[in-house]
Nanobody, 120 residues
Framework: VQLQASGGGLVQPGGSLRLSCAAS????????MGWYRQAPGKQRELVAL???????NYADSVKGRFTISRDNAKNTVYLQMNSLGPEDAAVYYC???????????????WGHGTLVTVSS
């Protein structure tokens, strides 16, 4: 399974970005999809998760500003980020919990990360 993330970049405080992450490969099904982030000198932290049925979970720090969504037909997860602040600057990683053909158990896969910089 390969994950291709895109959409990061430089944005001014208060601005918006939309991240995308497309999963490809021998995928039978995808359970949970999510976004994590890691700022310099900090541990990787959960940003948002979305289950196959659409149930979402957000870190308190992004509630009301970020929206996670997914397109199951495209095996793609999105993260709409609004009202961005310097505290949101980080490398954002997508993660999917997928079952591949020939396997019975889901395995977690990570994307390569996309950099979000918030600066005026």
């Amino acid at each position: 399974v390969q994950l291709q993330a895109s959409g990061g970049g430089l944005v001014q405080p208060g601005g918006s970005l939309r991240l995308s992450c497309a999963a490809s490969g021998s995928i039978s099904s995808i359970n949970v999809m999510g976004w994590y982030r890691q700022a310099p000198g900090k541990q990787r932290e959960l940003v948002a998760l979305i289950a196959s049925g659409g149930t979402t979970n957000y870190a308190d720090s992004v509630k009301g500003r970020f929206t996670i969504s997914r397109d199951n037909a495209k095996n793609t997860v999105y993260l709409q980020m609004n009202s961005l602040g310097p505290e949101d600057a980080a490398v954002y990683y997508c993660n999917v919990n997928a079952v591949t053909y020939g396997s019975l158990r889901p395995v977690g896969y990570w994307g390569h990360g996309t950099l979000v910089t918030v600066s005026s």
